[in-house]
């Protein structure tokens, strides 16, 4: 069974920065295409950050600059080092992760709360 498990949540400063990690089941994590979505109040569900498994990333223009998507296969963690925090990156993240057969894992999400 696919499991995956956020952390590195919190409450930071306008300005400041957080680590969220999301550590996946191994075997199957280096032959996923992982990504990170958040959900502010209110909001439909977005993409924040993507990263296939060969290790190409894709960011959402509204984070491009400030926030950085990294995995480690050898530790089955993906990584998103969030910089320069704004109160509109408040939001519950989500670590998502896409097998080979297209079929998607969502782990339970982590609150990032950003005070001006």
């Known amino acids: 069974q696919v499991r995956l498990t956020e952390s590195g949540g919190g409450l930071v400063q306008s300005g400041g920065s957080l680590r969220l990690s999301c550590a996946a089941s191994a075997g199957f994590f280096p032959l996923a295409d992982m990504a990170w979505h958040r959900q502010a109040p209110g909001k439909q569900r977005e993409v924040v950050a993507t990263i296939k498994r060969g290790g190409s990333a894709n960011y959402a223009d509204s984070v491009k600059g400030r926030f950085t998507i990294s995995r480690d296969n050898d530790r089955n963690t993906l990584t998103l080092q969030m910089d320069s925090l704004k109160p509109e990156d408040t939001a519950v993240y989500y670590c998502?992760?896409?097998?080979?057969?297209?079929?998607?894992?969502w782990g339970q999400g982590t609150q990032v709360t950003v005070s001006s």
């Open positions: 998502q992760a896409e097998d080979f057969r297209g079929q998607f894992y």
